[in-house]
């Protein structure tokens, strides 16, 4: 079975310039997490979907970043403009949905590293 | 506010000894935890799920255990071996808040 696939691995941007993530879930998980992870802390959850609604976004810094989950397949991670603090490692996770706790298990990606300079 | 703090940042320990790693929370009641194990430059990997009505969980060498009352889980990997060196996430209820990690190494 395929992992949670995210692309690009790295990007290096200036401070307020643009970048966008992208992440494919496992195929058939109804729920995606996008995660942000500063050094030295642990991931936080940034925006949730479930199929294409978003079920959780409220600690997303709303005026800077936007996610959209495509069809209820792909998703995308956008930041505009970018700071200095968004260096971190943006992580996409996906589950097989709600319902039972097993559905709740979250599977991730290896991450896309973001470096503002 | 809600914390999470988990042990100490590092935990250094022998080939063969038991790992005990501690999560422990304040202003939550979740209904499950879980741990995570993650890898440098990799995502975390789910390990256990222990809910709140669960005393402990076992799977393999790894042991979990959830104290409601004392807001705590402990983490127990037994005759560790230097694979199991990595960083362990513990991670809160639905809204999935994660604890620092705490860096293990196992010397051979």
């Known amino acids: 079975e395929a992992g949670v696939a995210q692309s690009p691995r790295y990007k290096i941007i200036e401070k307020r310039q643009s970048v966008a993530f992208w992440c494919n879930p496992i195929?058939?998980?109804?729920?995606l997490y996008w995660y942000q992870q500063i050094l030295g802390q642990g991931p936080k959850l940034l925006i949730q979907f479930q199929n294409n609604g978003v079920v959780d976004d409220s600690q997303l810094p709303k005026d800077r970043f936007s996610a959209e989950r495509l069809k209820g397949v792909d998703s995308t991670l956008k930041i505009q403009p970018a700071k200095l603090e968004d260096s971190a490692v943006y992580l996409c996770?996906?589950?097989?949905?709600?319902?039972?706790?097993?559905?709740?298990?979250?599977?991730f990606g290896a991450g896309t590293r973001l470096s503002v300079l | 506010s809600q914390k999470i703090e988990q042990n100490s940042e590092a935990l250094n320990i022998q080939e063969g000894k038991t790992a005990t790693l501690t999560c422990n929370y304040t202003?939550?009641?979740?209904?499950?935890l879980q741990w995570y194990r993650q890898d440098p430059g990799r995502g975390p990997v789910f390990l256990l799920l222990i809910r709140e009505n669960e005393k402990e969980k076992r799977k393999e060498r790894l042991k979990v255990t959830f104290d409601t009352t004392l807001k705590q889980s402990l983490f127990h990997i037994t005759a560790s071996q230097p694979a199991d060196s990595a960083t362990y996430l513990c991670a809160l209820g639905q809204d999935m808040r994660f604890g620092a990690g705490t860096r293990l190494t196992v010397k051979p």
């Open positions: 202003n939550y009641s979740p209904a499950y």
């Open positions: 996770a996906s589950s097989l949905g709600v319902g039972t706790l097993a559905k709740n298990i979250q599977y």
């Open positions: 195929s058939g998980h109804a729920t």
